[in-house]
């Protein structure tokens, strides 16, 4: 009877399931305590069964990182402008939710949902906002490097950063006689901290802000130019 369920179990795994269970288990515990034991245990199956599915645990963050780009919204009804921001905080939300994934969004194969994801953000730039090739790509990889540092930053950093700039500031204290009197304005971080608070979303709110007003003016430079500036002289 136990065989019986067991073979039940094996024919009803496929490869959705199997990455949607991973993903479950390394939002609970990180990519790197996410073994292909512990996966097969989690479905009730034997670790053999999985690489029916997956070649290995590499081709499986490819898959994870798939399900993450398939949460990631990029509207096609809007402006660019609005389609950026919306895509910028759908990529911060999904990882938050997933935060092993924090790094590993542009490694490995990517899967459709990846390329989809890919595919409409360049679109968006070239169809919708009109910028030139080279500044479409500049434009991508700057928003990149924004959400995902902004990303690794939430992650690594304290949740309550008040509070922990407080406890570091009491450590400074213990640890040297003239306290914080040599760091006059990190003192001001801790005491306007404490007053006003500190919200990650409202930090990357005011930077992606900088970010847009950027490529907005750079957008409309590149339409004064036209498809064809001027080449510059050549040295002789």
Known sequence: MQDTAAAAGRDRLNRAKVLRAAVELADEGGFEALTMRRLAAGLGVVPMALYKHVADKREL???????VFAEVEVPADVDWRTAMRSRAASMRQALLGHPWAVGRMETGTPGPANLRHHNAVM??????????????????????????GFALQEKTLAGDIPAEAARR???VVDRQPSGLDDYPYLAEVVTEL??????????FEFGLDL?????????????????NPPRRPSAR
């Not at 963050?61 to 399900?67: F, I, K, N, P």
């Not at 009109?130 to 991508?140: E, Q, S």
């Open 61 to 67: 963050l490819d898959g994870m990182v798939d399900l």
């Open 123 to 148: 679109r968006c730039l070239r169809r919708d906002a009109g910028f030139p090739f080279r500044l479409a790509v500049h434009a991508y990889n700057l928003m990149d490097a924004y959400v995902y």
């Open 169 to 171: 500031q009491e450590a």
């Open 194 to 203: 404490a007053k006003t608070g500190f919200a990650f979303a409202d930090e």
């Open 211 to 227: 970010i847009l007003d950027g490529l907005s003016r750079m957008r409309a430079q590149a339409a004064e130019i036209g498809p």
